[in-house]
């Protein structure tokens, strides 16, 4: 079956880097709108960004622009998500999925990952 598999969360402290990746096995990243989204406890799950099948496209919920950077390689079959000048309230656990639309809703993702901690401290 599909599998996309996080990793690269941790702890940081703000102002840190962390950097995530999402690996696919049996789906071809190309063919799929990608994106990633975070839940921190007690909250919904939230957008945080989004990038198109071939990369010339991006989309930032206005909490992480000029901060995140969503990029992938199809040729690795691999997505990833730069985060930068981390803040506690970046605290969750992030999660990448793929869709066949270029939406900020999680219900039209149609593949999700099992999800990565990030924790950020102050």
């Known amino acids: 079956q599909v599998q996309l598999v996080e990793s690269g969360g941790g702890l940081v402290q703000a102002g840190g880097s962390l950097r995530l990746s999402c690996a696919a096995s049996?789906?071809?990243?190309?063919?799929?709108?990608m994106a990633w989204f975070r839940q921190a406890p007690g909250k919904e799950r939230e957008f945080v960004a989004f990038i198109d099948r071939r990369g010339g496209t991006t989309h930032y919920a206005d909490s992480v622009k000029g901060r995140f950077t969503i990029s992938r390689d199809n040729a690795k079959n691999t997505l990833y998500l730069q985060m930068n000048s981390l803040k506690p309230e970046d605290t969750a656990a992030y999660y990448c999925a793929a869709g066949s639309l270029l939406t900020t809703s999680v219900a039209r993702y149609n593949y999700w990952g099992q999800g990565t901690q990030v924790t950020v401290s102050s």
């Open positions: 049996r789906l071809t990243l190309s063919t799929y709108t």
